[in-house]
């Protein structure tokens, strides 16, 4: 076995070679690893910790998410505007909160609080 590099976490060797670009876990107990590594003990390098997420990072995905939110309400729309015109007097409130619903996702990314998820307008229940 050839190992390139390999790392500890949860209790487990994440082993690394040239023929995959997985991390292959083995327990720490297991003999054939422990004693390649006592053998090349350059091999086992610390986890890596990926860098934070840029500020641009996180509010392009918190406009991925607004957007796949405002396609589904516009989902909800067509089905509320569809029983609107078969009659359905509820559909008309539906329709007035899916509206208030969609101009809160546009508006979301000038308001304070953006990008955090936590300020994302909520979805209104409707029934």
Not at 49 to 74: C, G, I
Not at 115 to 120: G, K, N, Q
Request: glycine content about 4%; aromatic content about 10%.
């Amino acid at each position: 076995m050839i190992i390139d590099h390999a790392w500890i976490h949860e209790g487990f060797y994440y082993v690394f070679n040239s023929e995959f670009s997985v991390g292959f876990p083995y327990p720490l107990d297991d003999p054939d690893i422990k004693a390649y590594l006592a053998a090349h003990p350059e091999a086992l390098v610390p986890e890596p910790v990926p860098e934070p997420p840029t500020p641009e990072a996180l509010a392009s995905q918190a406009r991925a998410l607004r957007d796949a939110r405002l396609v589904a309400n516009d989902r909800q729309i067509i089905i509320a505007s569809r029983a609107q015109r078969t009659g359905d007097t509820a559909a008309n409130v539906r329709l007035a909160a899916l509206d208030a619903y969609a101009v809160a996702l546009c508006d979301w990314p000038e308001s304070e609080g953006f990008p955090d998820l936590s300020t994302i307008p909520v979805t209104p229940i409707i029934n």
